[in-house]
């Protein structure tokens, strides 16, 4: 049973940093793609950032390039996503996602498997 939770959200002001984690069990693959997805009321869901596994590249959203970065700790089955220089328009629900079939496109929803409950970001 595969279980993705995350934290680490919260209401910042705008310029300050937050970093959100995501909580890895029953994923035992190492052929994962992740990726960390937002959702602001009203509007799609975005893909953010996105890895393929251990020592991967890592991808992102042109609108967070230079200010998030995504990192993996296999070790904690953790994904994390550190958030500098936040603005308001990063305001959002933000969910982690995993797809044991790796390959694909990072920022295609449709094609994770997994999804956590998500976790609220408000920048003010």
């Known amino acids: 049973h595969v279980q993705l939770v995350e934290s680490g959200g919260g209401s910042v002001q705008a310029g300050g940093s937050l970093r959100l984690s995501c909580t890895a069990s029953g994923v035992t693959s190492e052929h994962i793609c992740w990726g960390w997805f937002r959702q602001a009321p009203g509007k799609k869901r975005e893909g953010v950032a996105g890895?393929?596994?251990?020592?991967?590249?890592?991808y992102y959203a042109d609108s967070v390039k230079g200010r998030f970065t995504i990192s993996l700790d296999n070790a904690k089955n953790t994904l994390y996503l550190q958030m500098n220089e936040l603005k308001p328009d990063d305001t959002a629900m933000y969910y982690c996602?995993?797809?044991?079939?790796?390959?694909?496109?990072?920022?295609?929803?449709?094609?994770?498997?997994?999804w956590g409950h998500g976790t609220q970001v408000t920048v003010s």
């Open positions: 890895l393929y596994g251990p020592g991967t590249g890592t």
């Open positions: 996602a995993a797809d044991p079939r790796g390959g694909g496109y990072w920022y295609a929803a449709g094609r994770y498997t997994y």
